[in-house]
Nanobody, 125 residues
Framework: VQLQASGGGLVQPGGSLRLACAVS????????VGWFRQAPGKEREGISC????????HYQDSVKGRFTISRDAARNTFYLQMDNLRPEDTAIYYC???????????????????WGQGTLVTVSS
């Protein structure tokens, strides 16, 4: 099982970025997958998760209405579209999956078993 995150960078407040997580070793049709982030001096937190078998999503309140998680099963890739970015969104973003969990809420509130490497998102003018 491997996950490879990409798409981070520097963006101005109010801007947008799309993160991608390419996966191998499993298919995006059963487990839960998601995005976590760790800001400087803070603990890592689950912000957006997706149940790939029924497309039910879970979002942390701080990103609701601004971030959207989606998947492309044919490409074995899932995404995080981030709009209206704020300076407080600055963090290292990690993609994650847990083959033993199918609930998006459960994944976002637990410690997933599989992680991708982090990608840095900096929101600054």
């Amino acid at each position: 099982v491997q996950l490879q995150a990409s798409g981070g960078g520097l963006v101005q407040p109010g801007g947008s970025l799309r993160l991608a997580c390419a996966v191998s070793g499993f298919r995006l049709d059963r487990p839960a997958v998601g995005w976590f982030r760790q800001a400087p001096g803070k603990e890592r937190e689950g912000i957006s998760c997706l149940s790939t078998w029924n497309d039910i999503t879970h979002y942390q309140d701080s990103v609701k209405g601004r971030f959207t998680i989606s998947r492309d099963a044919a490409r074995n890739t899932f995404y995080l579209q981030m709009d209206n970015l704020r300076p407080e969104d600055t963090a290292i973003y990690y993609c994650a999956a847990d083959l033993g969990r199918s609930s998006s809420f459960a994944l976002c509130t637990s410690q997933p078993s599989n992680w991708g490497q982090g990608t840095l998102v900096t929101v600054s003018s």
